[in-house]
C-alpha cells in the first residue's frame, strides 16, 4: 500500500497572521510558519495503515523554500521520503492552481493506493483541495474521515454528519480527507528526528511536471483579493463579578439588548 | 436578467433556512434559479422556494444522484451552468456545499470563493465578496476572475426577504457519469433529534467548555430558556462530553448569531476562529484572566453552575 500525503506549510496560528501589502497574498515569509497542524492527522493515519501492512508514505507539498520545514516534520514523524514542487511562478497561485500542481505531482510520483489530506489548511481554510484532487484526478472522494480501514482493495469510512453518521466506501485508489478526531498525531522520536536527516527529499520545479508558469500564481488566478482590513478589536464589554447576582445581571442584559 | 443558480439545500422536501438566504442575496445579483435535486418539490418545496423568490427550478430527480455523494450534483450544476451561463452559482457553505463548489469551480475553470459572509454585485458587473479570515481578524474583499463566479455562503450572511416568484419548474435531465459515481454511503444512522435549532443557523448559540466539568445540564437549560442551539469547546468535546458535530471552533463549526454566550470556556484562538464574527458575545468563566473576556460585550466572573440557573430563571420570569 503506497500512500501520499499532501501538507501545507501555514503561519503560525498563534502569531499575528496577516497579508502582503504588495499583492495581496497571505504573508508566509515575515510570520513563522510550520506544518499545518491539520495535515499531522492525515501523516498519522497514512503512517498506522502502511505499519499495519506494508509499503510507503510519500508527503508531498507546494510551496516556497520554508516549506522543507513541513516536509521535515512529516519525515521525523515516520513518513519515507518527501516532495517538494518549489518554483518563484507558483508565490499566490489559489485553490485550482494548487489542486493542478499537486494532482501533476501525484502523478509523477506514481498514482498511489491513497491519497491522504488533512480536514483543512489552519490559514486558509476553504476545505476545498481534496475534492478538486479527486476531480482532477479522477479519482473516488472520500472526506472528512472519523474513522479509515483499508481491506480487500476498498476504502471504508465513518463520517459524523450533522443529520447522521454515515459510511461511506469507495474503491482504491481514492483521496481521502481526515479529521482531527480521527487519531492521535505522534511526536517525533529522538530516532525519528535522527532518521528524517537521512531521508530523500525530492524538488521539482513546474518544467518537471509538465506544467506553464502561465498555468500557475497570482496572475492566473481565478479570484482576486481586492482589499484586506483588519477587524478592530472588539470593545472591551462590561464585566461584572458574580456576588450572588451574577445570573440575574446576566439575564438584565440580555433583556436590555432585546434578546428576550 | 442573467440567472443566479442557487443549490437548494433541504431535507425531503423541508428548505433549510439558509437557502432562503441564499435566495435573497441571489436578487442582488440576477434572477434567483432554484436547483433542485430530490424528493419533496411538489408537496414542500416549491411554496418556500417562491415565498423568496425564486422564478424558475430546475428539478433533477435521478436517484443517483442523491446516493452518490457531491461529485453527481456537481456535474447537475455544471450541465446547468452550460445551458444557462448564469451570472453566478451560489451554494451553501456546509462541508458538502464547499466539496460541491470546488469539483464546480474545477469542472467549468471558474473562480471560487468559499465561505462568504457577504456577497454583492460588483461595480464592472460580477460578485463582490466579504470573507472573514484568520480566526476572524480580518476581512477580506475579492472578485471572480475568470469564468462563472462559485460563490459559499455562510448561514446567517443574509436576512431572508419574501419577494414572491413563479418557482416555475422544469425537470433537468442531467447525465451522470460513471465516475462520479465511486463513493457511496452504505450505512447512514441518523442522529436523535434535539428540538433544538440547528447550530450554524441558530440565532442565539450556548456553548460549554472545560468548566462544566462535563455536566452540560445547566448550559442545556440556560440554551432552552432562549431557544438557543448548545454548542461545545474542543476540549469539551475532546472529553467526551459532549458530540463532535456541536463542537464550535476552527475544527468544528464556524457560527455568527446574533448572540453567542460561551460558558466555562477559555477562549483559545482555535474557538475565537469559530465565533468571533458573532454579533454580541458574552461569556460566564471563574477566571477572570480567560481570553474570552477580551471579546465580550458582557461577562460574568462567577461560577456557572450558580450563574446559569439564576439567569435561566429570570430569563424564564422575564418570558412569562
Known amino acids: ?260 | 436578467m442573467a440567472e443566479v443558480l442557487v443549490l437548494v439545500d433541504h431535507a425531503n422536501g423541508t428548505v433549510r433556512k439558509t437557502t432562503a438566504e441564499l435566495l435573497t442575496i441571489a436578487r442582488r445579483l440576477g434572477e434567483p434559479s432554484a436547483v433542485f435535486v430530490g424528493e419533496g418539490f411538489e408537496t414542500v418545496a416549491k411554496e418556500t422556494l417562491a415565498k423568496y423568490g425564486a422564478a424558475k427550478v430546475y428539478r433533477v430527480e435521478a436517484p443517483e444522484v442523491t446516493d452518490y455523494l457531491v461529485a453527481p450534483q456537481a456535474e447537475v450544476l455544471a450541465q446547468l451552468v452550460e445551458k444557462t451561463s448564469p451570472a453566478a452559482v451560489l451554494i451553501v457553505s456546509s462541508s458538502a456545499g464547499k466539496e460541491i463548489a470546488a469539483r464546480l469551480a474545477v469542472k467549468t475553470e471558474s473562480g471560487l470563493v468559499t465561505d462568504a459572509v457577504d456577497v454583492q454585485a460588483g461595480e464592472a458587473g460580477g460578485v463582490s465578496t466579504t470573507q472573514s479570515v484568520f480566526a476572524g481578524s480580518y476581512s477580506v474583499k475579492a472578485t471572480v476572475t475568470r469564468g462563472t463566479p462559485i460563490v459559499t455562503v455562510k448561514p446567517n450572511s443574509a436576512t431572508p426577504e419574501e419577494s414572491p416568484a413563479a418557482a416555475a419548474d422544469e425537470v433537468f435531465e442531467a447525465t451522470i457519469s460513471e465516475a462520479a459515481k465511486t463513493a457511496r454511503v452504505t450505512e447512514s444512522k441518523p442522529k436523535a433529534a434535539t428540538g433544538r435549532p440547528e447550530l450554524t443557523e441558530a440565532a442565539i448559540v450556548v456553548s460549554g467548555g472545560r468548566g462544566t466539568g462535563g455536566d452540560f445540564a445547566p448550559v442545556e437549560e440556560f440554551a432552552d430558556s432562549l431557544g438557543a442551539a448548545v454548542g461545545a469547546s474542543r476540549a469539551a468535546v475532546d472529553a467526551g462530553w459532549y458530540p463532535h458535530t456541536s463542537q464550535v471552533g476552527q475544527t468544528g463549526k464556524q457560527v455568527s448569531p446574533q448572540l453567542y454566550v460561551a460558558c466555562g470556556i477559555s477562549g483559545a484562538i482555535q474557538h475565537r476562529a469559530g465565533m468571533q464574527t458573532s454579533k454580541t458575545i458574552v461569556a460566564v468563566n471563574k477566571d477572570e484572566e480567560a481570553p474570552i473576556f477580551e471579546l465580550v460585550d458582557f461577562g460574568v466572573v462567577g461560577d456557572l453552575f450558580t450563574v446559569l440557573p439564576q439567569a435561566t430563571e429570570a430569563v424564564k420570569a422575564a418570558k412569562g
Open chain 1, 1 to 260: 500500500m503506497n500512500i501520499v500525503v499532501c501538507v501545507k506549510y501555514v503561519p503560525d496560528a498563534q502569531s499575528d497572521r496577516t497579508f502582503s501589502d504588495t499583492d495581496n497574498t497571505t504573508d508566509r515569509v515575515g510570520v513563522d510558519g510550520l506544518l499545518s497542524e491539520l495535515d499531522e492527522y492525515a501523516v498519522e493515519e497514512a503512517l498506522k495503515i502502511v505499519e499495519a501492512s506494508e509499503g510507503e508514505v510519500t508527503v508531498v507539498t507546494v510551496g516556497p523554500d520554508q516549506a522543507a520545514d513541513a516536509l521535515k516534520k512529516a519525515l521525523q514523524m515516520g513518513a519515507h521520503k518527501a516532495v517538494h514542487v518549489k518554483d518563484d511562478a507558483i508565490h499566490g497561485s489559489d485553490a485550482p492552481a494548487t489542486s493542478l500542481v499537486l494532482a501533476e505531482a501525484i502523478k509523477k510520483v506514481g498514482t498511489p493506493d491513497l491519497v491522504v489530506t488533512g480536514m483543512a489548511s489552519t490559514d486558509g481554510t476553504m476545505s476545498v483541495v481534496p475534492a478538486m484532487l479527486a476531480e482532477r484526478l479522477g479519482l473516488p472522494q472520500v472526506t472528512l474521515a472519523s474513522e479509515l480501514s483499508v481491506d480487500g482493495g476498498q476504502v471504508t469510512i465513518r463520517r459524523d454528519g450533522d443529520a447522521a453518521s454515515e459510511t461511506i466506501v469507495a474503491s482504491l485508489p481514492a483521496v481521502v480527507s481526515v479529521t482531527d478526531q480521527i487519531n492521535e498525531p505522534r511526536y517525533p522520536s529522538f530516532k525519528g528526528i535522527m532518521a528524517a536527516k537521512k531521508k530523500p527529499v525530492e524538488q521539482w520545479a513546474l518544467a518537471d511536471l509538465g506544467l506553464d508558469a502561465s498555468q500557475v500564481g497570482l496572475d492566473a488566478a481565478w479570484t482576486r483579493v481586492d482589499s484586506f482590513t483588519k477587524r478592530p478589536p472588539r470593545e472591551q464589554g462590561q464585566i461584572v463579578k458574580d456576588e450572588g447576582d451574577g445570573g440575574t445581571k446576566l439575564a438584565q442584559f440580555l433583556s436590555a439588548q432585546k434578546f428576550i
